[in-house]
């Protein structure tokens, strides 16, 4: 049982791991990670059948700093935990991000993955929440002037610190996914398995968060929403409660650095939305 590259012909046993977790991510979702970085894909198959799996998504370096790699889709079916699978598919995958000059890895863990990650070499960084908005009646009221998306660095550089221009157009690719532009922000959104997503959202300032939120719920009011966001950044909290959010969920953001490496600067405080725990 030794890992292997995933390919489109392990779909299905893809999705069958995501349903028997409970993820919201769909088939979009493990055909994107698959179509950016095919060979970054491991699983591990029993039976005939892959029931593990661990993969990477990387971005690139900016101003001089490390180019970054987020991974992400590390789960194992309930059927075969305690076997070691989680830990033999992260160790392959971090020496093989070492090898290739990822000096910056990240990850979002759960409790039940912490531990392992920690002994990867991993350390906690910051907490991260998910909030949920149940259905509603009442629409919401798009407000103030949102445009087509268009991929900004200016904007997005800085608040998420690395180049996302390979992810956030490939995220448009998925059946009803869509996206929108204003002043001073951009937020996106697509479908899930259990809930519609929103994110990732990048503004300079809450107003321009609260233009885009509108944007989103007046689409999808009538929906289950997921958004997943920073709690350090207090004006998403509060945009998120006072839009019908509430927290449910609590992970934690964890960083490898190889030796003498150092992120570049960042904003955490201008993402008001993660683009997922897989992507960051």
């Given at each position: 049982m030794e890992p292997e590259v995933l390919t489109l012909a392990d779909l299905d046993d893809l999705l069958a791991l995501c349903r028997a977790a409970n993820w919201n991510q769909t088939e979009a979702d493990w055909r994107r990670v698959l179509k950016l970085e095919p060979e970054l894909c491991l699983g591990i198959r029993a039976s005939g059948h892959i029931v593990a799996a661990a993969a990477a998504v990387t971005y690139p370096a900016w101003e001089g700093f490390p180019p970054l790699a987020w991974i992400g889709m590390?789960?194992?079916?309930?059927?075969?935990?305690?076997?070691?699978?989680?830990?033999?598919?992260?160790?392959?995958?971090?020496?093989?991000?070492?090898?290739?000059?990822?000096?910056?890895?990240?990850?979002?863990?759960?409790?039940m993955g912490q531990p392992l990650y920690e002994q990867c070499g991993f350390r906690a960084e910051q907490p991260i929440e998910r909030w949920r908005r149940e259905p509603s009646k009442k629409r919401v009221h798009a407000t103030g002037v949102v445009e087509p998306f268009q991929y900004d660095p200016a904007l997005d550089l800085p608040a998420f610190g690395w180049d996302r221009s390979r992810l956030l157009p490939s995220l448009l690719e998925a059946p009803g996914a869509d996206a929108a532009l204003t002043e001073g922000g951009f937020a996106m959104g697509r479908p899930g398995a259990?809930?519609?997503?929103?994110?990732?959202?990048?503004?300079?300032?809450?107003?321009?968060?609260?233009?885009l939120a509108n944007w989103f719920l007046a689409r999808h009011h009538g929906e289950v929403v997921f958004w997943d966001l920073l709690p350090q950044n207090g004006e998403a909290q509060a945009l998120a409660r006072s839009l019908g959010f509430r927290p449910v969920r609590t992970l934690v953001r964890m960083v490898r650095l190889a030796p003498g490496s150092t992120e570049p600067p960042r904003r955490d405080g201008h993402i008001f939305a993660i683009a997922g725990f897989e992507f960051g």
């Open positions: 590390v789960l194992t079916h309930p059927d075969h935990r305690g076997h070691g699978f989680a830990r033999r598919l992260m160790t392959l995958l971090t020496t093989t991000l070492d090898r290739r000059g990822f000096a910056v890895q990240k990850l979002d863990a759960t409790s259990i809930a519609t997503y929103f994110g990732p959202c990048a503004a300079r300032s809450p107003l321009a968060a609260k233009r």
